[in-house]
């Protein structure tokens, strides 16, 4: 009898249903754990839908996890039974190649095991997630979770947050820098928080003047209208770094201007974009990328948040509306991310 419930997809147009499969028995460095809860990222959805052309069917998606652990393997050193812990998009990677050496899991040269999805190298098909009872890992890509945080806001910070923390971090954002975060949804909200912490001043940069008042709530300075040619006239040059999170294709040139010389926005929506090459020649100004962040920058992540108090605004629900929190999300009809109460599985 399969020893672990869930909710899968089975079809890119049909809905998420009840699905039961088989998790691996624990081995020598492997840590089981009970799933509390799951936050829902958008990306969950464009596989379930195949939007991305890579699906295999069934799939249980669900990549922001947050439980308690139940068993260790016999060469597990970190974790024990009882502890509070977290996975992210990660489940496994070579560790031998130079990004993997380097902690940039998520660039492996033969390719990161996604939490769902990916091949599964243990058990044969494709990775499961954690719209499920339990799941077992890897001790390499289990996290550490403060009890200080409220665990409900906590899933999305494995994927969300540290999709918008990574590049903060890696560009040295801090004190006595202007910091423009573009987009107020899932990333956006974070990328705002974290920018704020870290002692940037932040504005907030939308196309919604609706948004402002939630923005200032959330750590941001000012808000800057992206439709108002004036206004963003007036604050060309002035940009210490630009974190676009526009999750839809866009167009990034009336963006490029606000950079000051030699500074840089860097994209963590994976969307098609229009870019002139002459906003970047003039003003030496630069565009770049970041993908989630190695398991070593998202521990570094959650200890952020515990010292800060950061998490996600969050509204929880069942897995029995798993759909119905799909279609409010491909709506923008949530502030700013759901999490399934894996209980009422």
Not at 5 to 13: F, Q
Request: net charge negative; with cysteine.
């Amino acid at each position: 009898m399969p020893n672990t419930k869930a909710y899968a997809a089975y079809a890119p147009d049909q809905d998420l249903k009840p699905f039961e499969f088989d998790r691996r028995s624990v081995g020598d460095d492997d840590v089981k754990v009970k799933i509390d809860y799951c936050g829902i990222c958008h990306s969950d959805i464009h596989f379930a839908h195949d939007d991305w052309g890579m699906t295999e069917y069934p799939v249980v998606p669900g990549h922001e996890i947050i439980g308690h652990v139940t068993e260790v393997g016999s060469k597990v050193t970190r974790f024990k039974p009882g502890d509070l812990v977290g996975i992210g998009c990660m489940v496994d990677s070579c560790r031998e190649c130079t990004p993997c050496k380097n902690d940039l899991e998520q660039f492996c040269e033969k390719g990161m095991v996604m939490t769902y999805g990916s091949p599964d190298p243990e058990m044969g098909g494709v990775t499961q997630g954690g719209y499920s009872s339990q799941i077992v890992v890897k001790e390499h890509f289990v996290l550490n979770i403060s009890d200080k945080l409220d665990l409900k806001g906590v899933p999305p910070l494995l994927c969300a947050g540290i999709t918008t923390f990574s590049p903060l971090n890696q560009w040295k954002v801090g004190k006595g820098q202007k910091v423009g975060v573009i987009g107020l949804g899932g990333l956006g909200h974070m990328g705002v928080k974290f920018a704020a912490a870290m002692g940037a001043e932040v504005v907030m940069i939308t196309r919604s003047p609706e948004k402002g008042e939630d923005a200032k709530r959330l750590g941001a300075s000012s808000v800057l209208v992206s439709t108002d040619q004036e206004a963003m006239a007036s604050q060309a040059g002035t940009f210490d770094f630009l974190l676009n999170t526009i999750p839809v294709a866009h167009d990034i040139n009336p963006y490029m201007p606000l950079l000051k010389f030699n500074k840089t926005m860097v994209l963590v929506g994976a969307t098609p974009i229009e870019v002139h090459s002459m906003q970047m020649i003039f003003g030496n100004r630069h565009l770049s990328g970041s993908l989630i962040g190695g398991i070593k920058e998202t521990q570094e992540m959650l200890d952020f948040c515990a010292e800060h108090n950061i998490v996600s605004d969050i509204e929880m629900v069942n897995i029995q509306d798993v759909n119905t929190a799909y279609e409010r999300v491909m709506k923008g009809d949530v502030k700013y991310r759901f999490v399934i109460d894996m209980k009422s599985l």
